[in-house]
T-cell receptor
Framework: QVHLQESGPGLVKPSETLSLNCTVSDFSITNGHYWAWIRQPPGKGLEWIGCIHHGVSPYYTPSFGGRVTISMDTSKNQFSLKLSSVTAADTAIYYCAKLPMLRGPRAWFDPWGPGALIIVSS | DIQMTQSPSYLSASVGDRVTITCRASQSIGSHLNWYQQKSRKAPKLLIYAASSLQSGVPSSFSGSGSGTDFTLTISSLQPEDLATYYC?????????FGGGTRVEI
């Protein structure tokens, strides 16, 4: 069964770049699925950031204004999120998730990683 | 962007009650609607996909219905372990968007 695990620094300074990795176990990330990042500010709702598929340009939520980059490292079976010029508003739990086969980027998320809390503070 | 509106935002019910949560889309999304359950300090878990398909392993007490702009998630008999926040999500178009959540207390 596929397992996802987020990893990151925990604390990022304002104006710097947030970097997170999602390591996927027991499943190849090149196996035809889309992989997504979603975030949840403390006590608030869920926000889709974007998703990626091996060999296809990523999809991003326009509201991030070009600050987001999602990429894959197939040698490590990981995909990554970079969010530049962070502010306190980017403090959130960041989740990675898998989308189902043959549905493209417009689908549901299952399963999810446990999440990584990222705090933006000086 | 498609806006998703859930109601109520909070509900309190008793064990054994039938509970219904509503999700409304700002435009027609066909059956491209999914439901998640999020327990305290945990990642969301998929319950229902494509409006009415029960995800494997999810109790049959959960069901989903609707199409177009109006959708419902029903818990036929509320159990203590159903204490959670429930979110809808549209998968009709990008950016994928979520409802604001419904917190269910027992």
């Amino acid at each position: 069964q596929v397992h996802l695990q987020e990893s990151g620094p925990g604390l990022v300074k304002p104006s710097e770049t947030l970097s997170l990795n999602c390591t996927v176990s027991d499943f190849s990330i090149t196996n035809g699925h889309y992989w997504a990042w979603i975030r949840q500010p403390p006590g608030k709702g869920l926000e889709w950031i974007g998703c990626i598929h091996h060999g296809v340009s990523p999809y991003y939520t326009p509201s991030f204004g070009g600050r987001v980059t999602i990429s894959m490292d197939t040698s490590k079976n990981q995909f990554s999120l970079k969010l530049s010029s962070v502010t306190a508003a980017d403090t959130a739990i960041y989740y990675c998730a898998k989308l189902p086969m043959l549905r493209g980027p417009r689908a549901w998320f299952d399963p999810w990683g446990p999440g990584a809390l990222i705090i933006v503070s000086s | 962007d498609i806006q998703m509106t859930q109601s109520p935002s909070y509900l309190s019910a008793s064990v054994g009650d039938r509970v219904t949560i509503t999700c409304r889309a700002s435009q027609s999304i066909g059956s491209h609607l999914n439901w998640y359950q999020q327990k305290s300090r945990k990642a969301p878990k998929l319950l229902i996909y494509a409006a009415s398909s029960l995800q494997s392993g999810v109790p049959s007490s959960f069901s989903g219905s609707g199409s177009g702009t109006d959708f419902t998630l029903t818990i036929s008999s509320l159990q203590p372990e159903d204490l959670a926040t429930y979110y809808c999500q549209q998968s009709y178009s990008t950016p994928l968007t979520f409802g604001g959540g419904t917190r269910v207390e027992i």
